[in-house]
């Protein structure tokens, strides 16, 4: 009897002492992922608004480190969040909201720069795909990294005024003869300054995308045999 | 080795403000796999820290509530094209494989597309120009003007010696130990099959005939299998209906004739003779009418260019003959 009192005893005592999940996510995010599954289950449309509201400022933000435009961010990530749910992503969603929708965002940027920035092989660009269940990859996310990285390089190191009239250009929504009157240029002159952004980024990226789609041959070769 | 990062360095690594070595420990560890939940984890804390801007949230959220609206409303394919311009999305496991069977289909495409070319040797004459041609197995082949052969450019297969011949040849087989068949296809449905022989065979979109001077030839015709056997001196013309006539005891040297550079004409119609020239030397011949046309002339000429040789029967028929651009009129005097 009294033997059995103590093994039960010793048994408790572990359960309680052990660190149970040393290397998952802190409780209080645990709680937030399961809560968010949980009125995704019940209501999806109220899922999406909550995600939505937690996500959707830092996405935007990442995503202009890539497209260097207010509009075109917000647009992006947007239509991420759309699919998202029109998809029903969320029913069978196996990594974290985060990575995620990060990673989607991240894709969703990298494909609209490769189209806009980028002469790639019209075949792979032709092709029509629904949303990415995007599968961890390593090197794409390095890149995707070096991509944004590059994009801030290239848009720092323009000429002053050229740099303004981008950003203002694209971040504060202003039409070229709006930033022509405020800078006291011709519209003309703000022509040439963007034009000459972008061009700028377009040979910037060109060695990006050389990289790129070799590593995506590369690696469809490795792992389709 | 386990590799680890502090924040403040996966900040700057974030902001483009570190230094090579710090680049390359970062990259370290993003490419372990354990740390993608903490890169993700640490990247969304760095854009709420540091905004790139401000967007409006609310009214962001409104448009996207009022789209998923519009979608369940609509069916499917109707909200593809509901929205503005939306970006695709990319998956990329589909797209590789997208993209390896495009790779795969363009290779074996264009190897399709090239079979011809890569398997078979082409011969072709211009017009108004004949030419020998030797083949491996010791045959001979006279091509006439505006003709090709295609014989297989890596030998012949074990079973037979196959050529295509459109136009206008004569053949002179030579027999092999093997007795090895030797076919001349004109199409699908026409074909000659000898051992050794002398025939020529006529293959223009006008008609098709072959006419035997030695040894002996079968035809295989039309998709049902039939055949005719031909006799030195046959002549054998397909008809428009599809069938073989063997026209018995023939001139067949005189269809030949155009090795020399010679025209044996019997009683030949002005609208043969006009087809011949178009088909041999390229030149449209157009008759002014009907009499002209059915007139025939007997007689044999020798001449290297249509020119001389429609000025000879012009004069002999009594034609006027005249050119405009690069076709040739004939019409009565």
């Known amino acids: 009897m009294q033997d059995i009192i103590t093994k039960e005893e010793q048994k408790q005592k572990n359960w309680l002492l052990d660190p149970v999940y040393p290397n998952k996510p802190q409780p209080r995010e645990l709680d937030a992922a399961l809560f968010l599954k949980k009125t995704f289950e019940e209501e999806p449309c109220k899922g999406l608004e909550l995600l939505f509201r937690r996500f959707y400022k830092p996405l ?144 910037a990226l060109h060695d990006e995308w050389m990289i790129l789609s070799l590593i995506t041959v590369l690696s469809s070769l490795l792992l389709e045999p | 080795m386990k590799t680890s990062i502090s924040k403040y360095t996966f900040f700057e690594y974030l902001s483009g403000r570190s230094n090579p070595l710090e680049k390359q420990l970062v990259m370290e560890w993003i490419s372990k796999p354990e740390n993608t939940e903490t890169f993700y984890e640490w990247l969304l804390q760095y854009e709420t820290l540091s905004p790139q801007f401000l967007p409006d949230q609310e009214k962001a959220i409104e448009s996207l509530l009022q789209r998923i609206n519009l979608d369940v409303d609509a069916d499917a394919d109707y909200a593809e094209t509901a929205g503005t311009v ?20 363009l290779t074996v495409g264009a190897g399709w597309w090239f079979r011809d070319p ?61 007795n090895k068949r030797f076919i001349v296809k004109t199409s699908e449905k026409f074909q000659v099959e000898v051992l050794g022989t002398q025939f020529s065979v006529f293959a223009r979109p ?8 030695s040894g002996s030839v079968r035809i295989d015709y039309d998709s049902n299998r039939r055949e005719v056997m031909m006799e030195p001196g046959d002549l054998a013309v397909l008809d428009k209906k599809g069938e073989v006539q063997l026209e018995k005891n023939q001139d067949v040297q005189t269809l030949v004739s ?76």
């Not at chain 1, 990859?137 to 890149?143: G, L, T, Y």
């Not at chain 2, 939306?86 to 289909?105: E, G, M, N, Q």
Request: hydrophobic letters at 35%.
């Open chain 1, 60 to 203: 935007c933000s990442h995503a202009a480190r890539f497209v260097y435009s207010r509009q075109i961010a917000e647009d992006l990530v947007s239509e991420v969040f759309f699919q998202f749910y029109r998809t029903k992503a969320y029913e069978n969603i196996s990594s974290s909201y985060t990575s995620y929708l990060f990673r989607s965002v991240r894709n969703e940027c990298y494909t609209y720069m490769q189209r806009e920035f980028g002469r790639m092989n019209s075949m792979e660009s032709s092709t029509e795909e629904t949303l990415s269940d995007t599968r961890p990859q390593p090197d794409a996310e390095m890149h995707y990294n070096n991509l944004f990285l590059k994009v801030n390089d290239v848009i720092g190191k323009l000429p002053a005024q050229c740099q303004r009239v981008f950003l203002m250009s694209r971040f504060e929504s202003k039409k070229y003869h709006e930033i022509a009157q405020e800078l006291q240029i011709s519209p003309k002159t703000v022509e040439v300054h963007i034009s000459r952004a972008l061009k700028h980024l377009r040979t």
């Open chain 2, 86 to 105: 939306y970006v695709r999305k990319r998956t990329y496991p589909v797209r590789r494989i997208l993209f390896l069977a495009a790779s795969v289909l």
């Open chain 2, 118 to 178: 890569l398997i078979y040797k082409t011969y072709q004459t211009g017009y108004g120009q004949t030419t020998d041609i030797f083949l491996e197995d010791g045959s001979k082949v006279t091509l006439n003007a505006n003709s090709s052969l295609r014989v297989p450019r890596f030998g012949f297969s074990s079973d037979a010696r196959e050529v295509f011949l459109s136009g206008e040849g004569e053949f002179t087989v030579s027999h092999t130990v093997d």
């Open chain 2, 206 to 213: 006008r008609g098709t005939k072959v006419a035997l001077t």
């Open chain 2, 258 to 333: 155009w090795k020399e550079q010679r025209y044996v004409f019997d009683g030949t119609s002005i609208n043969d003779i006009a087809s011949m020239v178009e088909e041999n030397f390229g030149i449209p011949v157009a008759i002014a009418d009907e009499e002209t046309r059915l007139r025939t002339i007997t007689g044999n000429f020798k001449t290297k260019n249509a020119d001389e040789l429609l000025k000879t029967i012009s004069e002999a028929l009594n034609l006027k003959m005249s050119v405009s651009g690069d076709s040739i009129l004939l019409s009565p005097n």
